[in-house]
């Protein structure tokens, strides 16, 4: 019954491989996202999906293409994977802002990505 | 766009002490400040927030704070107790898309270590 869902937990792969990484919510909420954490701990939003809808782009390789069938769903996909990319993806939800209030992110519990 | 920065990055105290870790932030629009706590090898976790009408917010050991016109907020933690070792993040969310999503910037993290 684990609120934000996501796997693998780990995965290994070799460089110039693509790779998939999946997140699903069961809070009903309306937004998604992805974090990633680097080895040095720092958490970058990648992207953001308000109800299927693309919302936040960063400055991220063209390799990664998010995805999000419905909005309890935001699947990652990677291309010709880096030694860089290596770190720890986190899926995140929240619900949409009401009235100007904003609410907390909600985790999942990460997918360990090591690029060898 | 939003900077955060966070200090410090790493702090030990002595179980029984206070820690204090705090932060700044860039844009005068970010009106959300939660603080993560992320064990090792686990998911960030909410443990406090505060919004831009409030000065201050307490719960149990932990109590943040908020300067608006400084743009400074500041998370407290009295009484340390070894379980309280973790990273925590400080965090300032800002409204976009005309209200309809949010962008929460992270600051650095501050790795905290409470010993016997």
């Known amino acids: 019954d684990t609120a934000v869902s996501q796997t693998p937990k780990y995965l290994v792969t070799q460089m110039g491989n693509d790779k998939s990484i999946k997140c699903e919510q069961n809070?009903?909420?309306?937004?998604m996202y992805w974090y990633k954490q680097d080895s040095k701990k720092f958490l970058k939003i990648m992207f953001s999906?308000?109800?299927?809808?693309?919302?936040i782009n960063e400055t991220v390789p063209n390799r990664f293409s998010p995805k999000s069938p419905d909005k309890a769903h935001l699947n990652l996909h990677i291309n010709s994977l880096e030694l860089g990319d290596s770190a720890v993806y986190f899926c995140?939800?929240?619900?949409?802002?009401?009235?100007?209030?904003?609410?907390?992110?909600?985790f999942g519990n990460g997918t360990r990505l090591t690029v060898t | 766009g939003e900077n955060v920065e966070q200090h410090p990055s790493t702090l030990s105290v002595q179980e029984g002490d206070s820690a204090v870790i705090k932060c700044t932030y860039s844009?005068?629009?970010?009106?959300?400040f939660p603080w993560y706590k992320q064990e090792l090898g686990k998911r960030p976790q909410l443990i406090i927030d505060i919004r831009s009408n409030v000065g201050e917010k307490k719960d149990q050991r932990i109590a943040v704070t908020l300067n608006k016109t400084a743009k400074h907020f500041s998370l407290h933690i009295t009484e340390t107790q070894p379980e309280d070792s973790a990273v925590y993040f400080c965090a300032a969310d800002t409204l976009i898309n005309t209200g309809t999503a949010s962008k929460l910037t992270f600051g650095t993290g501050t790795r905290l270590q409470v010993t016997l």
């Open positions: 844009d005068s629009a970010s009106n959300y």
């Open positions: 999906y308000n109800n299927k809808e693309l919302i």
């Open positions: 809070l009903g909420h309306d937004t």
């Open positions: 995140a939800s929240s619900p949409r802002p009401r009235q100007g209030l904003l609410s907390p992110l909600h």
